[in-house]
């Protein structure tokens, strides 16, 4: 397995580890900020296994902006935070079991995800993008006419690039993101759509000099928010007003700076 799959990977087999992890762990039933000072400890999960978004440190732990941004929470409850690496298939359970009193993780704000917990106002956000080759021009969306485009298929760059109705676009769908980017690399189509920090890390730790991410075509932006229970309104609210003045503050934007080099993308954050 090469070193893309492995990149894009990671996230599945730290998440199963997760899931192992989290299965041992306390019950996490705090629900309000005095509860979860009264007991002096919260568990967060967190999105694990997405670099640049996060890293293992020299003693095993998992250490980046997700993990970084919890740790900040818990210090500002003044309690001690219980780390719980999940994945995208096991966030949600782990949540609603009770096993994290919260989730920081990579989540969009969805009206189906909001019928099932409460989302905070967004802490982040991610620009997807094409990659090609630097040759090749694409700062606008005639220059994809003909061309071929990988996307990992029934993802939501396969749902953009496939309503773009650009003459001749040809949409390549592959099972992963991993293999779709490998398609790039290998020569089978003309561009990608991907995770901008992301396929910018995998240039730059393959050595793929040949290619970039595209500055001037972005797809979409989409945000992050936390997630707690539907009955934790107070945490709720109180999360919504650490997000706000964590951002107003610059906290936000230097935490995401110290582990991907960029501002939070999509400019001020959106609050519903």
């Not at 932006?221 to 609210?237: G, P």
């Amino acid at each position: 397995m090469n070193l893309i799959h492995r990149l894009f990977r990671a996230a599945t087999v730290l998440g199963l580890l997760a899931a192992t992890t989290a299965g041992t762990a306390a019950i996490a039933s705090a629900q309000t900020p005095d509860d979860i000072t009264a007991k002096g400890r919260i568990a967060i999960g967190v999105l694990t296994g997405i670099p640049p978004y996060d890293t293992v440190d020299e003693k095993g732990n998992t250490a980046g902006f997700l993990v970084d941004l919890a740790q900040e929470v818990a210090k500002n409850l003044g309690v001690k935070v219980e780390i719980v690496p999940v994945n995208n298939a096991s966030r949600a359970a782990a949540l609603e079991s009770g096993r994290v009193d919260m989730l920081i993780a990579m989540m969009t704000a969805t009206p189906e995800r909001a019928r099932t917990f409460m989302m905070t106002n967004p802490y982040g956000a991610y620009e997807m993008r094409f990659i090609a080759a630097k040759s090749m021009p694409l700062s606008k969306l005639d220059e994809l006419t003909n061309k071929r485009v990988s996307v990992p298929k029934g993802s939501t760059q396969d749902v953009a690039v496939s309503a773009l109705g650009v003459k001749g676009l040809q949409v390549l769908r592959f099972e992963d993101d991993a293999l779709a980017f490998q398609a790039l690399v290998s020569g089978q189509v003309d561009a990608t759509a991907a995770v901008a920090a992301v396929a910018n890390d995998i240039i730059k730790k393959q050595n793929l000099n040949t290619l970039e991410v595209k500055p001037n075509l972005p797809l979409f932006t989409l945000y992050w928010s936390m997630a707690v229970r539907k009955d934790a309104f107070a945490l709720h609210q109180w999360l919504n007003n650490f997000i706000y003045y964590y951002e107003v503050t610059g906290q936000l934007d230097a935490l995401h700076k110290k582990w991907i080099g960029i501002p939070i993308p999509g400019g001020k954050l959106p609050t519903f």
